[in-house]
């Protein structure tokens, strides 16, 4: 079975915290995604790679950043956390057909 | 632009009526369609893809490429159908990123 594990799946941090949330994919695949869910708003794209130390804009990328340093490994970054980052984050992975880890539920204070 | 258009916030129906989750889109080429499910405590899955024509757990869906529809549809719902559901579209092949609605939750109820 294709295992997409993220980190941690609760997270609370204060407001200007820098905070790391990471994606790790056991099925060699190249494309990995940063997806934000929202209730109401559905998925959408923060990042995406379609290789290592590739990366390109999704949707809504402001206020983040991403790192792919090894093909199976994915970061997300928040470099100065507000609230309105409060949010589940889908890591994802795959090609045509997505594997979606759990998610990570960050709080921002 | 990509665009999905997923009109119903809210479905909800009774153990053993018929269902159909409407999914609209938006895209110039040939896009590649599919529906995604979330079940409660559970991570997003696919459910199914049109390529691949398949029923699942009951389920179909058709691409309607004159309507730029690809709602899905169930004969007769079932309590554990209760769940998440979001269509998404990428570009021909499946190799461009994954553009999601915005969901629809349906209950179905006893």
Redesign the interface.
């Known amino acids: 079975d294709v295992k997409v594990t993220q980190s941690s799946r609760y997270l609370v941090k204060r407001t200007g915290e820098k905070v790391f949330l990471e994606c790790v994919q056991d099925m060699d695949h190249e494309?990995m995604?940063w997806?934000r869910q929202d209730p109401?708003?559905?998925?959408?794209?923060i990042y995406?790679s379609y290789d290592v130390k590739m990366k390109?804009k999704?949707d809504i990328p402001e206020g983040y950043s991403v790192s792919r340093e090894k093909k199976e490994r994915f970061s997300l970054i928040l470099e100065s956390a507000s609230t309105n980052q409060t949010s589940m984050y889908?890591c994802?992975s795959g090609?045509?057909?997505?594997?979606?880890?759990?998610?990570s539920r960050l709080t921002v204070l | 632009a990509q665009r999905v258009t997923?009109p119903e916030?809210l479905l909800s129906v009774f153990k053993g009526a018929p269902v159909e989750l409407k999914c609209n889109y938006s895209y110039s080429g040939s896009p590649?369609l599919?529906w995604?499910v979330q079940y409660s405590r559970q991570?997003?899955?696919?459910l199914l893809?049109h390529i691949s024509r398949e029923s699942i757990k009951g389920f179909t869906a058709d691409l309607n490429k004159g309507e730029t529809s690809f709602h899905l549809k169930k004969p007769f719902a079932q309590e554990e159908d209760s769940a998440m559901y979001?269509c998404a579209l990428?570009g021909a092949?499946?190799?461009e990123?994954?553009?999601?609605?915005?969901?629809t939750k349906l209950t179905v109820n006893p």
């Open positions: 494309n995604f997806y109401g708003l559905g998925l959408r794209l995406f390109e999704g889908l994802a090609d045509g057909e997505l594997f979606f880890g759990e998610g | 997923q916030k590649e599919f995604y991570r997003l899955q696919l893809r979001y990428s092949g499946g190799s990123k994954l553009v999601f609605g915005k969901g």
